[in-house]
């Protein structure tokens, strides 16, 4: 998200996309602190991060939470960072197009899904170990608190219906 607000806090406006949904709560501006520290902690959990795959983890993430805003903002960022649409597109059918990504994004990626799908059980012990096995143990440890970073900046998103569409690359850091 950003450290300024007014990117993700678009008050009672209805979005072009889906008027009936107007945003329910500019929540960054009502508790700043819990925002900023959201801001810090998402800063913490990508450093050493491939900037490309941590924004395929978040389009992922997102995808499978539903939080259009997120879709909208690591979309956009994915592409202003090179990313192709052709991989974006493919993403939400990823385990049928894996030629499209590399082993360690896929690992990331299997990663992503156990840890956002919670109610399929724990996160399987063969889906941890590929991880593992492309990611050093502090990598693995970042990408897992990227991981669940971009869940929780989902849950705020999805809960207060943050407004997609208004996002620039580069206004945000989540």
């Known amino acids: 998200m950003t450290t300024n607000p007014v990117h993700h806090t678009h008050g009672p406006t209805p979005s072009p996309y889906a008027p009936e949904h107007p945003a329910r709560l500019p929540w960054a501006e009502l508790v700043p602190d819990v925002?900023?520290?959201?801001?810090?902690?998402?800063?913490?959990?990508?450093?050493?991060?491939?900037?490309?795959?941590?924004?395929?983890?978040?389009?992922?993430?997102?995808?499978?939470?539903?939080?259009?805003?997120c879709l909208d903002m690591?979309?956009?960022?994915?592409?202003?960072?090179?990313?192709?649409?052709?991989?974006?597109?493919?993403?939400?059918?990823?385990?049928?197009?894996?030629?499209?990504?590399?082993?360690?994004?896929?690992?990331?990626?299997?990663?992503t899904e156990a840890i956002t799908v919670l109610t399929d059980g724990f996160v399987p012990d063969e889906v941890y170990a590929r991880a593992a096995g492309h990611f050093?143990?502090?990598?693995?440890?970042?990408?897992?608190?990227?991981?669940?970073?971009?869940?929780?900046?989902?849950?705020?998103?999805?809960?207060?219906?943050?407004v997609p569409g208004h996002y620039t690359p580069g206004d945000a850091e989540h």
């Open 74 to 111: 690591h979309s956009k960022d994915a592409l202003a960072a090179g990313e192709s649409i052709e991989r974006i597109v493919q993403l939400s059918a990823w385990d049928e197009s894996r030629r499209f990504y590399t082993e360690k994004e896929i690992a990331a990626l299997e990663l």
């Open 136 to 162: 050093e143990p502090a990598e693995l440890a970042r990408l897992i608190a990227a991981i669940t970073v971009i869940n929780a900046w989902n849950r705020f998103g999805v809960t207060t219906r943050q």
């Open 35 to 69: 925002f900023q520290a959201m801001v810090r902690l998402d800063a913490a959990a990508r450093k050493g991060l491939d900037p490309l795959l941590l924004e395929l983890v978040k389009v992922r993430a997102s995808q499978l939470n539903r939080c259009a805003l």
